[in-house]
Each structure stands twice: as C-alpha cells, then as structure tokens.
C-alpha cells in the first residue's frame, strides 16, 4: 500500500514559572528562552533547537542583555524575514529597555540610505553606518548601540571580502570586530557551501580572542544538520564554550505547542497526477470544511501556478492566495488571509500563517505539502496545529506529505504507524532520500579555496603585525573542523593564482602590455597560463633552461600574446565564479511583466530566474521588458549547445575538465527536438562556467545517481567548424561539479591542476 496513516500525539512545551529577574519583563517565557539567556552568560556559543513556532527568536534576543551597551547583528535567511524580525527585535529592546536601535539591512534598505551621506556604494554605506550611525540616523547619538538586521548574502560578502575593493578590507574588519551579539537565525537552511561562511566565523571569533571579549554567538534552529552538529563539536573541543538546547527534556510546566496532526504519507506522482490530486483534495476541504484553514506548500512553483490557475477557472479564486518568492511584498498580507494560502518554500521560515481575526483554535487546521528531506518535512509538518498561546487546543489537524518514489525503494512502507512522532523520526532519518547530499564533501574539496580568500585578505593587511600568525592559526582550526589535507601554503599559492586572474580579466590590453608587472597577482597568473596553454615551455622555465621573464618579454611585445593571457585570465576567474558567490545559480534573475498572473495574483513585474521561464512559459518582449504571454502547453525541456574550433582537440583537451566555456547557449527542446525561442541570446552569458562529461558505461550510474538527489545536468551537443557533432552532459552549478567529482570521476582544473576531493 503506498499511502500510510499515522497520527502524530500533541506536543507540547515547557514553561518557566519564575523568571530570573533580569527577564521579568518578558512577563511570560519559555524554559529554553530563558536556559539560552542563562547559558549564554558562561558560553561563547549558544544553540537553541527548540521546534518551530515556540519562541527561538526571542531566546535569541535574550542574549542582547549580556552586552547591552554594544552593537549586534542578527542575520535572518530571508528578506521577508528581514522586515518580521526587525519589528520583533525594536519590540524587544523597547520591553527590555535595552538602548539598541535596531535596523533592517537587506540591498534594498541599504540602497535607500541617502548617498549624500554615507557614500553611494553599498559596501561604503554599510561601512559608514557601523563607524558612525549617527550619520544617517540621528537617534542614534549619544553613543546607542546599532541592532542591524541583515541577510546571510550581506554578512557573507562583507566577511568574505567580497564587496568593491575600495571597501572590502573596512567592512570586513568591521564585520569582524564591531558585534558583541551574533545571532544566525535558522542556520540549518544553510547548504554545506553557505555553512563555510558562517564556520569561519566562528573560527576566527576563537582564534582572534572575539570571545574573550564577551562575544556571544547565537545557533537558532528546529532541524540541525548532524554533520554541522559534528563540526560544532570539533569546535567544542577546541576550547569553544558550546551550550545546546532542545526542550525534549524539560517536562515541568508543559503548555500545548501543537495539536495531534493526523498525517497522510502519500508518494508523489507525476506532475499532472499530482495536481489533478491536490486540486480535488482542496475543493474537497473548502466544500466539506468551509470554517477551516489551509496551506499547499510545493516546491515546484510552476506546480504550484497551475493549481492556482485550476482553482481560479472552478471558482475559487477568491478563497486562495498566493505567497511565492515573485509575490510582491505588499501582496503577502492580503494573500496570507485568504483561506487557502498556496506557497512555495518562501512560507517554511517565520511566516506564522496570522490572521488579522485569529480563531481561538490552531490557525491552520490542515497542510498538503511535498518535501525534498527531512529537514524540510519537519519544518513543513511544524507549520499545521500550531496552538501555543491559543484558548483552544485540542481539535486536530490534518496534514498529507507528498514523499519521492525512493522512499518506498528503501523500505518507508515499513513504518510504524501506531508509533507516532518517534517512529516517523526514526524512519525519516534512516531513509537516503530524505538526507541532504554534498554536504561533507563541499568542505573537503577544491571549494576549500573559498576559505582561503578571506584569509588571503587577511594576510595581506596583518603582514608584518605581530597577529599575523593568526591566519595559519585560524587556518588550522578550520581545517580540523571542516576537514581536508592539504596545507595553507598550497591553498594561498592558488588563491594567488585566482587573484592574479581576476585582476587580469579586468584590465586593457594596454595596460597588461605596459604595466602587467603592476597587476596583483599577475606572476602567478603568468605561471598557471603557461602550464595550461604552453606545457612544454613551461617544463622548460621549471628546468631552469629557460627564465620567466622571456615569457613575460613576449606578453609586452606580442599583443596576441597579451591578448591570449587576459581570455585564459577570464576562462580561469569565470570558471571559479561560482565558488565566491553565496548562493547559487546559473543565471542572474531577470524582471519579467506578468500580465495574466500566471506568477502573481495581482498584475505587475517581478523577478524571475531564467531557467524556471525558459521551461514553463511563452514569453515575447515589448516596451515593458519581457512579458509572459501563456503557460508552457508542454514543460520545455533544455539542453545546451557548444561550439568549438575541432571536436577530437575539444574530447582530448576540456573533458572533465573545470572550465568556462564560448560559444554555449542554451536551448529550449521538446521530445529531444530544438524549439527557436525569442531572446535566447539574451538569457546566455558569454561564457558558460561547468563541466563536461562523456556518459558512458561506467559513470552512467553516477550519473543517474545525482539526477535521483536532483542535481540537474542537461545534455549539450557539441559541434566544430567541420559540421562534426558529438553530445554529452554537461553539469553547471557548482553542486553538480563536486558531486560527479565525489562520485569518482576525476576531474582537472582549467589549468591542468588536480581538482581535489578528499
């Protein structure tokens, strides 16, 4: 039977009956809320994995009181979150009478401070209101601390020294050194590349002695990650002061948190099937149940498009809302008190589901939702029955959780259904489908050298100080935490090299024949070029029988030369772009005009990635930009297209092989056969950054393998100027590379170097 039953018992939370006086102005609080305040007085890092929708975020503000006069930071995963937050911390430091002043810091706000002000680039601003924040807010004189309240991407580049090199070396700085309080807000959305980030933080707060000066850390989440709760371990030993709490074991003063949810587990089917299936199910409901609540979250935002449009044509309309991550921010309150809200992933943190006429009862009595892994399950399952606070608290609530087919393959049929939560947790946790893959091998492997950037930067402007010896140091602590082999001098060296690049992609022609000698990292970049395009004179120059300099003679007086340095210095940095951005994707988003709101409930422009267009809708272009003009009658599949001078040099020279490629555009196709698209040119970047492969007998497995854990790789024919044709697959992202790379199959870098996995 592929359905199965089983209901989940009623949780519930412990309540604390007498607040230490420090808090009494919470009035009411939870035991965990109130153990992370008081842990964190003796810890540099505090974890708080208590369930959704019981308060983490107020613990976590708790933790303000320990450094009352001094400037924090909360990095909250979303910018919908960023605003909720910002509200619900300017509320807390008024109760506690704290004198923070608290700030939204998402790219939008910042770029809303005034540039006649604190500057208009928007490293420089954020630079300008840390040093000074009267600056641009005057309330602040007299010396109030700063609560800035930003997203995981701001902190990522400011910490990473990624913004504009005029500011990169005074944010990062005052990123590092300004916050006393630091709290990471549902750290488990995190992918392993995003953990990186936020482990180096925690890494150098030890090494740079941050916690002998008070600083604490907050963790806040429902779902850890084992193997982030494994390096936070390592870090534990290696003399950080860690506390944890979960709740589970406080059993005093129990208040209901959440009702008995009566769970459905059904395997999802096809597309069509499925929403054939969840439109039945939420006409059902609305017809049988017209007083209750009810949530859809998908993750196919197309899927999810569709049921709304079959609602809409059966009358519905007015009962549903949609709350996507293109739903403008002035659309989500009057979507979120429809009776069925119809979400994507945007709803799985801090969106509470509240109404402006709150029921006594549980504000949503029933969820259908599908899930990726557990991780996700738990936050999903965490949204229905939510019941803390509410007079009413015993009527169930009903839930069904589309799982993948892999599911019953590994044995979910087996179930305990009379087992409740913990036999669900225990089967949920044993099934490989439902983990989150990539993880431990992101930090053991060539992506290590993301560390190595900041470290780098670092290195620089500590040279000749007597901290310097902190960056091996900290480079130490990161490698037992995180793992790999491979020492700092090695990783500096080919940091260098991508720095030399970078700074040689963007300079002229001129400048790299007259002042190359000028360009930070140029050497390295020189020595990597030649070991790539000319081996053998380079094994010349290593056997000392030929000296460096003649090379770089030819580079200043053979503008061919030059020119061929600075498309290798492109190819090289473009093929590491994605390892220094913090999230990924194979395109930048662009704006599109939704007319018939196929995307939006209400008409107007937002957002898109090209990829989610290129697949699901027709699409033309007018004075408005790109319009969309219907849905895609059939799902477009895609494939890419390459170009090359000789396919027997290209199979010989660029397979398996980390690169950026000319030449490669991207095609839409149905049944395997090409369909011209309008404007596809102008959703093709000039190079294409990934790696390609030849599927054969012996890594097909592989292959099928990643597709099963949803790493996409698409087909890409590869022609020359002879007319001769060959296809392969061709992975993109970052993920898919470290993923074929930890399923065995060897891969170079562009320089010929070995891509490392451990």
Same mark, same amino acid.
């Given at each position: ?63 303000? !009181?320990?450094?009352?006069?001094? =400037? ?176 589970? =074991? ?7 948190? *959440? ?15 499925? #929403? ?27 899927? !999810? ?57 549980? =504000? ?30 015993? #009527? ?83 490698? #037992? ?49 030649? *070991? ?137 196709? #149905? ?88």
């Amino acid at each position: 039977m592929d359905n199965l039953k089983i209901q989940l018992e009623p949780a519930c939370i412990s309540a604390c009956r007498q607040l230490p006086s420090q808090l009494e102005f919470m009035e009411q609080a939870l035991q965990h809320q109130v153990d992370i305040y008081a842990a964190s007085e003796d810890n540099d890092i505090v974890i708080d994995t208590a369930p959704t929708g019981t308060g983490k975020t107020q613990a976590g503000l708790n933790v303000l !009181l320990h450094n009352p006069q001094r =400037n924090a930071i909360y990095i909250a995963p979303t910018n919908a979150l960023i605003d909720q937050q910002t509200k619900t911390a300017q509320e807390f430091v008024r109760k506690a009478n704290l004198p923070h002043l608290v700030k939204a810091a998402s790219a939008k706000e910042v770029n809303l401070w005034p540039d006649d002000r604190v500057g208009k680039r928007s490293g420089e601003k954020i630079y300008n209101v840390l040093r000074e924040p009267a600056t641009i807010f005057p309330e602040c004189g007299g010396g109030r601390p700063l609560l800035l309240v930003t997203n995981p991407d701001i902190f990522y580049y400011a910490t990473f020294f990624a913004y504009n090199k005029l500011d990169r070396d005074n944010i990062a700085s005052e990123f590092y050194s300004s916050f006393s309080t630091v709290i990471f807000d549902e750290f488990h959305l995190y992918n392993a590349k995003q953990l990186v980030s936020l482990f180096f933080y925690l890494a150098l707060s030890k090494e740079f002695g941050y916690f002998q000066h008070n600083r604490k850390i907050v963790l806040l989440t429902a779902t850890p990650e084992p193997a982030c709760e494994e390096a936070l371990n390592v870090l534990g030993k290696n003399g950080v002061r860690i506390y944890r709490t979960d709740s589970k =074991n406080q059993i005093k003063n129990l208040l209901p948190s *959440q009702t008995q949810v009566n769970l459905e587990i059904r395997k999802q089917p096809e597309k069509d099937q499925l #929403i054939t299936e969840i439109v039945a199910e939420v006409v059902r409901r609305l017809r049988e149940f017209p007083d209750e609540n009810g949530a859809v979250i998908l993750d196919g935002k197309d899927t !999810l498009g569709r049921i709304s449009d079959r609602l809409r044509d059966r009358g519905f309309a007015d009962f549903c809302g949609r709350i996507t991550g293109d739903t403008p921010k002035e659309e989500r309150p009057q979507a979120a008190q429809k009776q069925v809200i119809l979400a994507t992933s945007t709803v799985d943190v801090g969106f509470n589901f509240e109404r402006d006429n709150p029921p006594p009862r549980q =504000n949503l009595d029933w969820l259908i939702f599908s899930t990726r892994d557990r991780f996700a399950f738990w936050q999903r399952i965490g949204r229905v029955g939510r019941v803390l606070g509410k007079t009413q608290t015993d #009527i169930a609530s009903g839930a069904i959780a589309y799982l993948p087919d892999r599911a019953w393959e590994e044995g979910i049929a087996q179930l305990d259904c009379n087992g409740g939560r913990n036999s669900l947790t225990e089967m949920l946790a044993s099934l490989d489908c439902m983990k989150r893959p990539f993880l431990e091998i992101y930090w053991r492997s060539e992506a290590f050298l993301e560390i190595a950037k900041p470290l780098l930067e670092l290195e620089i402007l500590l040279e000749k100080l007597p901290e310097a010896s902190l960056v091996s140091q900290l480079y130490q602590t990161l490698q #037992i935490v995180l793992g790999g082999k491979r020492d700092w001098s090695s990783y500096r060296q080919r940091m260098k090299v991508l720095q030399g690049a970078e700074n040689v992609a963007k300079s002229t022609i001129k400048q790299i024949q007259k002042e190359w000698k000028y360009i930070k990292g140029g050497q390295n970049c020189v020595i990597s070029f030649m *070991q790539a395009n000319y081996p053998e004179d380079w094994e010349e120059i290593r056997s000392g029988r030929s000296a460096i300099e003649s090379i770089e003679e030819k580079i200043c007086k053979h503008q061919k030369v030059a020119e061929e340095f600075k498309e290798y210095a492109t190819i090289l940095k473009t093929s590491y772009a994605p390892l220094f951005k913090f999230r990924e994707s194979l395109f930048e988003n662009i704006k599109i005009y939704d007319p018939h709101n196929f995307l939006l409930d209400e008409v107007g422009e937002t957002n898109l990635d090209p990829i989610h267009l290129l697949r699901y809708f027709e699409f033309d272009s007018d004075e408005r930009g790109i319009v969309l003009t219907d849905r895609a009658t059939e799902t477009y599949g895609l494939k890419f297209a390459l170009q090359v001078p000789d396919l027997e040099e290209f199979a010989n020279n660029y397979l398996c092989k980390l690169y950026a490629f000319k030449n490669c555009t991207i095609e839409r196709t #149905i049944d395997n056969c090409v369909r011209p698209t309008a404007l596809i040119s102008q959703l093709s970047p000039p190079l294409m950054p990934g790696v390609i492969v030849k599927e054969h007998r012996k890594n097909s497995w592989a292959i099928l393998k990643l597709r099963k854990q949803g790493v996409e790789c698409y087909s890409i024919t590869v022609t020359d100027i002879f007319g001769a044709e060959k296809e392969y697959k061709f992975f993109p992202s970052l993920s898919g590379i470290l993923a074929i790379a930890s399923a065995g199959i060897a891969l170079k870098c562009p320089d010929n170097q070995e891509f490392w996995v451990i």
